[in-house]
């Protein structure tokens, strides 16, 4: 894979006007940071501004304290009490950031509706399918916080203790969220699409102490009642003290659980618990590739200094803007969403389906939103795309400056056709991390080129390197996604993971002391980078990552079938096929019945984007000598790798089940590739 090179764009698609560069709020941070922390001397207006990015770049990440430092000074962080330093200890894993501090996450999410002139202002926006917008003010933000986070209090929640949602992207779920940080509890959620048994199998490892959930969703026009869920995760999560009832499709509340409307009721101001920098935040969850999720610990003072950072400089938000990104409660983008609060930003919330009732729904949203920054995924841009639409001529987007995409890579045809079909001067940004650091490692910079399909840069503070087998970086040729020095917002550990083993495996295992996130990237001579996508076997379906070992437990239980293998690959056009195959028991017929039964069974068990594209009939299914299914040799050898330099031959116990792979492969490589999800 080392070997590959990737041909350079020779012009940018679009550069920052002069007076953008000078008015970006990275740019005023730079001048801040080099008059009182060191940082080198911005570079004069009339300079390459990449030149002044990658320097600014080498400082943050070379001079960890100091950056770091300077990133808490400019944001006007709120310590309780005052840290001894910002890192005391770099290594990897195990680094410790700002000891002694001690504050508040919810605090600094809340604290402009403290400001008299914006606390009337809009907070959240709130959106579902039929599209007209409800605001939420700060004012009224503040005091529904306040309110749950006294109710949560008289339960007897305190820090530490874990609190959970099962629900959808909506007003609710951000008060749950705020309520929970203010006391120093640990929040985790779901979204209400996943079935009871993905949900236990992420909260019942955290053991929560309240649930917090709705009675159903709406979502394609259609009401999906999920009481039985309910019902079932209150059976199997003894741990729970209370349940929180939110009506949303208007049923009354169980016998036994509290009213959402009864706890938040009162205007009052929060209390807010200061606890030390790295302590837990929340609790994210791996796909579950090889088992249970991973449940990754982010502590309250390393998400907040990381997504000010995110969201303040590279996002370029602050007050006056508006933040929309479609996301669910169970990717991380949802709490990196919430995080738009931070800065000062008004954060939109869509709850619903992201065609419903027509491909362009979320640019309607932004047209109506008045979105400044609007998030999608690369598939999303991609069906608009192949659906013809001309966002930029039907709608008024005028408002929006900037349209990101993460999920997967945006392939170049998905930036040509933004610049063309919104506008010639949007501000593209192609943008990649993980729910492993809850944030990005490379993409957005304001004061920077777009080049067709390349992430702009490495994000400050983030050592991004790609490297060969052997850890030799890479220029201009493809290799594995490494972090040489650590982040504020890497997780604190693994839930259940006493002694880290778990955590080390994940991401330490490969290179001792530097990170390893799985992903193929390029680095470019310019200081560029380009996604190839994993080089593990994560499914990553429109956004949101999940796990092959969900897939196999449901469709395995399934009589007619012997075992399955499920893949996501990535196409050069930008479509993500996810085809399941299956070796059937003796007797039984892969036909129309059998499909129709697999899919609607990984939609009710699961969740609608567990849906394979296709399921093909294999005769065997091709594992390592200690018999683990080979998910990555096939899914490059579907890809068009050759078969060759797809595996090692010795290490597999039927290499005749690999050709059938191979076969496909090149099939599909001489037609067009799968349409846009299910």
């Not at 000074?73 to 950031?97: K, Q």
């Not at 706890?263 to 088992?291: C, I, K, M, N, Q």
């Not at 419903?356 to 598939?379: C, K, L, N, Y």
């Amino acid at each position: 894979m080392s070997t590959q090179t990737y041909p350079a764009t020779p012009e940018p698609l679009w550069r920052p006007e002069p007076g953008r560069v000078a008015g970006a709020r990275i740019t005023r941070f730079h001048a801040f940071a080099a008059r009182h922390h060191g940082a080198p001397d911005p570079a004069p207006a009339d300079a390459d501004p990449a030149a002044g990015y990658a320097a600014l770049h080498r400082w943050s990440v070379t001079e960890l304290d100091a950056f770091w430092r300077a990133v808490a000074d400019w944001f006007a962080v709120d310590f309780a009490t005052p840290p001894e330093c910002a890192l005391a200890d770099p290594a990897m894993p195990g680094a410790r950031w700002f000891p002694g501090a001690t504050l508040n996450y919810a605090e600094h999410a809340l604290r402009a509706g403290r400001e008299p002139e914006q606390a009337a202002g809009p907070a959240l926006l709130c959106v579902d399918e039929r599209q007209r917008p409800e605001a939420v003010s700060w004012e009224e933000l503040r005091h529904r916080v306040g309110s749950l986070a006294a109710a949560l209090r008289r339960l007897g929640v305190r820090p530490g203790d874990r609190v959970s949602g099962y629900l959808p992207n909506i007003p609710e779920a951000v008060v749950a969220l705020l309520a929970t940080a203010a006391v120093g509890a640990v929040w985790t959620s779901c979204a209400p699409d996943f079935g009871a048994r993905s949900v236990l199998d992420r909260f019942a490892q955290v053991e929560p102490v309240v649930l917090i959930t709705v009675d159903g969703y709406r979502y394609g026009g259609k009401e999906h009642d999920r009481r039985e869920t309910v019902a079932e995760l209150r059976r199997e999560l003894p741990s729970l003290r209370a349940v929180i009832h939110v009506p949303l499709l208007g049923t009354p509340a169980p016998e036994g659980t509290l009213e959402w409307a009864d706890l938040t009721a009162d205007a009052v101001e929060p209390e807010f618990t200061r606890v030390p920098f790295d302590h837990p935040l929340w609790v994210l969850y791996s796909s579950g590739t090889t088992g249970l999720p991973k449940a990754i610990v982010q502590s309250q003072g390393g998400i907040l200094l990381e997504h000010l950072k995110q969201l303040g400089l590279h996002c370029d938000l602050g007050p006056g803007d508006r933040l929309f990104w479609y996301t669910s409660t169970g990717w991380m983008m949802w709490n990196f969403l919430v995080s738009g609060l931070l800065t000062g930003t008004t954060v939109v919330l869509y709850d619903g389906s992201p065609g419903h009732p027509a491909t362009d729904a979320q640019w309607r949203i932004a047209e109506r939103t008045r979105a400044t920054v609007f998030g999608t995924s690369a598939a999303y841009v991609m069906a608009c795309a192949k659906a013809g639409l001309r966002p930029g001529r039907d709608l008024d987007l005028s408002a929006t400056r900037c349209v990101a995409t993460t999920g997967s890579p945006l392939p170049p045809d998905g930036f040509r056709w933004l610049h063309d079909a919104v506008r010639p001067d949007l501000w593209i940004a192609s943008v990649s991390g993980g729910t492993d650091v809850c944030s990005c490692f490379a993409g957005a910079v304001p004061t920077l080129p777009v080049y067709v399909g390349e992430l702009q840069a490495p994000c400050l503070g983030t050592d991004l390197h790609s490297w060969d087998p052997a850890g030799e970086p890479l220029v201009d040729e493809v290799g594995e996604l490494v972090v040489t020095t650590p982040m504020p917002s890497m997780p604190l550990r693994f839930w259940n993971d006493p002694d880290g083993t778990r955590y080390h495996k994940s991401y330490f295992d490969t290179y001792p002391g530097v990170w390893r996130h799985g992903d193929w990237i390029t680095l470019t001579a310019r200081g560029t980078v380009v996604i190839h996508g994993r080089s593990d076997s994560t499914l990553n379906r429109q956004g949101v990552r999940m796990g092959s070992a969900d897939i196999y437990e449901v469709v395995e239980r399934l009589p007619q079938i012997q075992e399955s293998l499920v893949l996501g690959v990535e196409e050069p056009d930008g479509g993500y096929w996810m085809p399941l195959f299956v070796r059937l028991a003796p007797g039984a017929v892969l036909d129309d019945a059998l499909r129709d039964t697999i899919r609607r069974t990984l939609r009710e068990q699961l969740s609608p984007r567990h849906v394979p594209d296709e399921i093909l009939a294999i005769e065997a299914v091709p594992h390592t000598l200690t018999g683990k299914r080979l998910e990555v040799p096939v899914k490059r050898l579907l890809q068009g790798t050759p078969l060759e330099k797809a595996v090692n031959a010795g290490s597999v116990d039927d290499l005749a089940a690999l050709r059938f792979f191979e076969r496909l492969g090149r099939r599909r490589a001489t037609v067009s590739g799968s349409d846009y999800g299910e």
